[in-house]
């Protein structure tokens, strides 16, 4: 289990190493990641020696816009993120295209403990204990409002001012 690499702990970890000054090792770290987005936009949860894995945890792909927006927070290198943008967007397609799973009219008119499901993210199994039966996770939820906001802020900079409004209203 722990010859992975999780883009959860990767993007936490690469947090506290830029808090330190480590900025290499986490583009590289970011830029090898990146290459095993799934063509959907999907963040994998976890790379091994087989590739990505396609587990449906679905904090993923927020952890990914976090840790990208990080990197630039702390390099306010515009280039490299400009390289990562197409990345981006289409992780947060993916954030989209769950979210609508969840925005249905059985979600805005059905029993209270539907519409309290609402515009959240579907059940996964980003947690351990899940792993036999996927369960609603908020911080699914958290991750991707996080990245939404992230990828928000990251339209600014690159001047992609259509993309930004888009993601503000959401």
């Known amino acids: 289990t ?93 954030i989209q295209s769950l979210r609508n799973e969840r925005k249905t009219d059985l979600y805005r008119t059905g029993s209270a403990e539907q519409r309290a499901c609402y515009g959240l993210l579907p059940e996964s199994i980003s947690h351990e204990g899940y792993s036999s039966k996927p369960m609603h996770s908020y911080w699914d939820d958290f991750f991707a409002l996080r990245g939404l906001k992230d990828a928000a802020t990251m339209a600014g900079i690159l001047g992609e001012t259509k993309l930004r409004a888009e993601l503000e209203s959401m």
């Open 2 to 94: 722990y010859e992975r690499s999780w883009i959860r702990d990767g993007s936490l970890t690469s947090t506290a190493l830029l808090e330190m000054g480590v900025q290499d090792e986490v583009k590289e770290y970011l830029d090898w990641y990146s290459r095993y987005q799934f063509p959907n936009g999907k963040i994998p949860c976890v790379v091994d020696q087989r590739g990505a894995d396609p587990t449906p945890e679905n904090d993923s792909h927020g952890e990914y816009i976090y840790a990208v927006m990080q990197y630039f927070r702390f390099t306010n290198d515009t280039s490299w993120l400009r390289t990562k943008f197409d990345n981006v967007v289409k992780a947060v397609r993916y």
